[in-house]
């Protein structure tokens, strides 16, 4: 009654701001979920389902495609090579990613702020420019369709995000924190282990799906480098043309789940850190 | 036994010099205070004891032992923080239990050093709690807690006080002044605060500009500040000051009225606190602008040759704005400055 009311004070333009805002906002939601529904859809159809005319808006809840897509050659290997490379990008991005924010965050340098510039402008340099340099490099060096060496390129794909999330962590964590542990008897890694580690192992775990989601999800370096140990998103690429409608569906729900999942999991994450990577 | 010397500290940061070879001695057991505005110097001068800061020059003595290349866990020193910095992590017990866990410190000993340290700050029914439960006053009596817990020799506080609202802030100052007296640390407290600085020191040093620009007693630096800005610092209302004119043989002549000064040749500055000046006969001819009846006493700010000249008179007596006063320095409160190195000269 009283939000009626509220609702019939407020002066026309207002109302028409708020109208202009709820359509955006559901004009967003389906642009996004639609074809996540559709993608889902299709997923738990039979393959007859999917083939035939016309579409079902509703799943059948039949396994038929994702077994079908489970057996098919390849796939269960691609699937474990992707979570492999995925595995190492997230421990060697925040291994090295997390020591360059703490320092970031706690230390004064000469060209700081050029550097987080700079750590930043590496992902407007693009990928397929590299490739071919990088493919020779790989080849020469013997990286050359190994998990490793891709896992080293999505690694570098994932470190600005790794260095300046985790730089924006730190830089919540006040300095007299540490400071004070210090003070308490504490040495410097063990004022690291005792205070801030307790305090930055949400967001440092959060950070870390993160560039798991980008190695995952990666498609470009992963075609490139690899021949033989495809990841699922290169094996998928490689195999669509050829392959049948139930089996494209079916792959790309299993490339979309984990990430959707990991990313629900830690948004609350992501929200903070963005808000204070703005900065 | 903990004396702290500080021997020819500097600190540079860059181009910038924060602290001017400064040398100080604060005896076992002093409470020192290190007073001065923002910016000055104090808070480095402090983090350097505290070795959180190395100097760029000199020497940190604590008891008898060189400690500037030691890090702070080494130097038998606890600290108060001015944003308390308590550990969100981690329970009230817990965090006075910090730096006894670190010490390695048997359980038992632990459990009874945290109760005693917490009901003598009053949180013993908050030691279950967490940082995020607690109000500024309680997190700030936590801070304090973990510090003495440590049963330091010396113990060093940065504004411990600032970010508390004033009623709170004056019980604080009385208990933490009663607290300290016990724990028999020696302890240097930054403040920018001259009511705190006064009531709390045994002794207050005067940072200005990167220097020590007096270490006295309280009443010492207030009643005889050793430059200008110690008398205009301290002090609230603060401290009047008025060009005078030498009149030969000690002589000086101030906006028209005489006393007897100090003997010098080059004119000087007069100077003397609101609460020493009484209206009388014969006097500085002042005109009243403003006039505040404060309960206690009454604040009258007064015009002299152009400038502002502020007195503190009994409550009782009626002035108006406009009213025109002959103000009395009290017998031996004028102080005497030389305008040119702002120090005090001697009457």
Known sequence: MTTTTLTDALPAHRKRGRFAMRAAVVALLLWVLVPLWLLAVNTFSSPDAVNGFPKSLVPEFDLGSLSFFAGFQGVSRALLNSAIVALLTMIMSIGLGAPAGYALSRFDFRGKESFRLLVLMTRAFPLPLLALPLAVMFIRVGLDDSLFGLALVHTTLALPFAVLITFSLFSGIPMELEEAAWTLGCTRIGAFHKVVWPLIRPGIAASAVFAFVISWNEVFAASVLTIQNRTLTAFLLQSLDVSPMPLKFAGGFVLVVPALIFIFLVRKYLFAMWGIANR | ?347
Request: net charge neutral; hydrophobic share 45%.
């Open chain 2, 1 to 347: 036994m903990a004396i702290i010397e500080i021997k020819n500290v500097a600190k540079r940061f860059g181009a910038v010099t924060a602290l001017h070879n400064v040398d100080m001695t604060i005896a076992d057991k002093e409470f020192m205070v290190l007073l001065g505005a923002s910016g000055c110097g104090k808070t480095t001068l402090l983090r350097i004891i505290a070795g959180l800061e190395t100097p760029s020059e000199g020497e940190i003595w604590i008891g008898g032992r060189r400690v500037d290349h030691l890090p702070p866990r080494q130097r038998g020193i606890a600290m108060v923080f001015q944003n308390y910095a308590v550990f969100p992590h981690l329970t009230v017990f817990e965090n006075i239990a910090f730096g006894l866990r670190m010490q390695k410190t048997p359980q038992d000993q632990v459990r009874r050093r945290v109760t005693r340290t917490a009901e003598l700050m009053h949180i013993e029914q908050l030691l279950e709690r967490y940082s995020g439960q607690l109000s500024g006053g309680q997190r700030q009596r936590v801070a304090v807690a973990r510090a003495l817990a440590m049963e330091p020799e010396v113990i060093l506080m940065d504004e411990p006080l600032s970010n508390l609202d004033a009623l709170l802030r004056l019980e604080m100052r009385a208990e933490l002044k009663g607290v300290l007296a016990e724990a028999k640390s020696t302890a240097i407290y930054v403040t920018h605060d001259q009511v705190e600085a006064m009531s709390l020191a045994d002794r207050i040093a005067v940072v200005h500009k990167g220097r020590i620009v007096q270490a006295a007693e309280p009443i010492e630096v207030y009643r005889n500040p050793a430059t200008r800005f110690v008398g205009s610092f301290i002090g609230n209302p603060p401290m009047n000051f008025l060009p005078a004119r030498a009149d030969g043989g000690g002589r000086w002549s101030v906006a028209g009225f005489s006393l007897q000064g100090p003997t010098a040749e080059r004119p000087l500055e007069f100077a003397i606190r609101p609460e020493d000046l009484t209206p009388a006969e014969a006097g500085i001819p002042a005109i009243a602008r403003v006039v505040e009846p404060l309960g206690p006493h009454l604040l009258v700010t007064t015009e002299v040759e152009g400038q502002t000249f502020r007195a503190v008179l009994e409550s009782e007596r009626r002035v108006v704005p406009g009213d025109r006063l002959h103000l009395a320095p009290m017998p031996g409160r004028a102080r005497w400055f030389d305008p040119e190195t702002e120090t005090a000269i001697a009457a």
